[in-house]
């Protein structure tokens, strides 16, 4: 597994937010952290090791005004540079 894979999932069991802000070169994307549980993944599908899954995302680019929405968006965690959630955010 990747550690940055472990790191979000061990840390969101402690933050107030489920709000995941996470930096891709020139991207920030924003949105709700999917947590599968154990009953979950026998009837909506499998949880993936290394893929997170926010729900409405937000994808904008740091250096133009460029924005995008989707309802449900993966993203491969050796990818992310950065990451934080919500109620850690200033």
Known sequence: MCKTYDAIWRLSEHVKSNILICSLNHLKIEGELHKCSFSEEKQNGECYDGIITLKNAVVSCMKNEYKHEYEWLNISSKHIQAFAF?????
């Open 86 to 90: 919500k109620c850690c955010e200033k």
